[in-house]
C-alpha cells in the first residue's frame, strides 16, 4: 500500500494508492504534470524535470510509462485507473524511482491538480517480497525425474488479458499433457506452467534452480509462449534442435521456420538454458497485442494454436525417443 496526495479545495488529501511492483518506495513532493497516457502524445514536448508525472492508465505497458516520464525528466509517477477502483501493477522491472497507482475516482482531483501544476506528493513503502507466484508441474511422479520439461507462463501483466500472451502457451501445455497422457505417459517427461514469468522469468528460475540442486535438470526444455495468432510456427533456440523442429513439422505438414526474439523480449526457456539446458521455443512470432487491453480471446486463432501445439507434439516425441536411446544429454 502507499499513499498519493493531491490538493483538495484548501488543503492536502491523502489518496490510498498501490506501488507497483517493481517500484523502490520512496517519499516525494514535487509540482505534477499530466501527461495522459505517457506516450508521446500525452507528453506533449513537456519539460518533467523534478515532476511527478501523473498519467492515465491504457494502451502503453507500465514499463514504457514509466520510461516516457523517465526520459522526459521525471522523478516519479502515478498511474489513475481507467475504470472504477483501485489496480495493482507490475513494471516487470526495477525502476529507479517510486511509481504508484490510484483508482480512477481518486484520480480525477489528482489530474486536476497536476494540470493546475500543483504540489502531488507519493509516500511509496516497497514491493520487494510483497508477491507470491506459483508454478506447477506435473510429471507421472511426485518425485520428478524429467527428461524432457515442456512449459509456458501463464501470468500476463497489468491491464492485458493476456491472451495471446500466455494463455495460448498455457493452453498448448495442458493441451500436449492432455495428449501425451492418452498416448501414455512416458516417464521422462514433465509440464509446468510457470509464475511470474512477466516479472522476471522467476517461476521457471525458481523450478530450474531447485532442480539443479536436486542434480534432476531435464535433458531439454520445450517452452510455449505467444502461440495463439500469426501464419506459421516459429522456432527459436540452438540450430541443430530448431532445423530438427522445422523438418518435423514439414513431415506433418506445417511450415515452420527459425526465430529470434525481439530485442529487450524474454521467456522462460532462458531459465533453463542458463543452467545449461538446450532449449527449443515455439511461438506464432505476432508479438503486435501482447502487453496490451487489445490482447483478447476474440483475436486468438485456432488453426495457429493448433499448428503450434502439432509441431511442438512431433519436436517433444523426438526428443524423448532420443533420451530414451541414450544419446541425448546425460
Ligand atoms: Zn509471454
Known amino acids: 500500500m502507499a499513499t498519493a496526495s493531491g490538493p483538495g479545495r484548501s488543503r492536502s488529501a491523502a489518496l490510498e494508492a498501490l506501488t507497483l511492483a517493481g517500484s523502490p518506495g520512496g517519499k516525494l513532493s514535487a509540482a505534477g504534470a499530466y501527461v495522459g497516457l505517457a506516450d508521446a502524445a500525452g507528453i506533449n514536448g513537456q519539460d518533467l524535470t523534478g515532476k511527478i508525472a501523473v498519467a492515465d492508465r491504457g494502451s502503453l505497458n507500465f514499463i514504457d510509462k514509466y520510461q516516457n516520464v523517465k526520459a522526459a525528466g521525471a522523478v516519479g509517477l502515478i498511474v489513475v485507473n481507467n475504470r472504477p477502483g483501485p489496480f495493482s501493477g507490475n513494471l516487470t522491472t526495477l525502476s529507479s524511482f517510486p511509481v504508484v497507482a490510484v483508482s480512477q475516482e481518486d484520480?480525477?482531483?489528482?489530474?486536476?491538480?497536476?494540470?493546475?501544476g500543483k504540489t502531488v506528493a507519493?509516500?511509496?513503502?516497497?514491493?520487494?517480497?510483497?508477491?507470491?507466484?506459483?508454478?506447477v508441474v506435473a510429471g507421472t511422479s511426485p518425485n520428478l525425474n524429467c527428461r524432457v520439461l515442456v512449459g509456458g507462463h501463464f501470468d500476463t501483466v497489468p491491464g492485458a488479458p493476456g491472451a495471446n500472451d500466455n494463455g495460448s502457451g498455457?493452453?498448448?501445455?495442458?493441451?500436449?499433457?492432455?495428449?501425451?497422457?492418452?498416448?501414455?505417459l512416458d516417464d521422462g517427461l514433465c509440464f509446468a506452467l510457470f509464475g511470474a514469468e512477466e516479472s522476471g522469468l522467476y517461476g521457471s528460475k525458481a523450478l530450474a534452480d531447485r532442480l539443479k540442486t536436486q542434480g534432476k535438470l531435464p535433458a531439454y526444455m520445450v517452452n510455449?509462449?505467444?502461440?495463439?495468432?500469426?501464419?506459421?510456427?516459429?522456432?527459436?533456440?540452438?540450430?541443430?534442435?530448431?532445423?530438427?523442429?522445422?523438418?518435423?513439422a514439414k513431415n506433418i505438414g506445417i511450415t515452420a521456420s527459425k526465430s529470434q526474439l525481439p530485442a529487450n523480449a524474454g521467456s522462460d526457456h532462458q531459465s533453463f538454458e542458463d543452467a545449461g539446458v538446450p532449449a527449443v521455443f515455439f511461438t506464432s512470432g505476432d508479438?503486435?497485442?501482447?502487453?496490451t487491453p487489445h490482447d483478447v480471446?476474440?483475436?486468438i486463432n485456432a488453426k495457429e494454436l493448433d499448428a503450434v501445439g502439432d509441431a511442438a507434439y512431433a519436436m517433444i516425441k523426438s526428443l524423448l525417443a532420443e533420451v530414451a536411446r541414450g544419446q541425448g544429454r546425460p
Open 297 to 299: 480471446f476474440a483475436d
Open 287 to 291: 508479438f503486435d497485442t501482447i502487453h
Open 224 to 248: 510455449l509462449d505467444v502461440t495463439g495468432i500469426g501464419d506459421d510456427v516459429e522456432v527459436i533456440g540452438p540450430a541443430e534442435l530448431v532445423q530438427r523442429a522445422i523438418d518435423l
Open 170 to 184: 498455457a493452453s498448448n501445455v495442458v493441451e500436449l499433457a492432455r495428449a501425451f497422457a492418452s498416448d501414455g
Open 107 to 116: 484520480g480525477a482531483g489528482l489530474v486536476a491538480a497536476a494540470k493546475a
Open 122 to 135: 507519493i509516500d511509496a513503502p516497497p514491493t520487494v517480497g510483497l508477491t507470491k507466484a506459483l508454478n
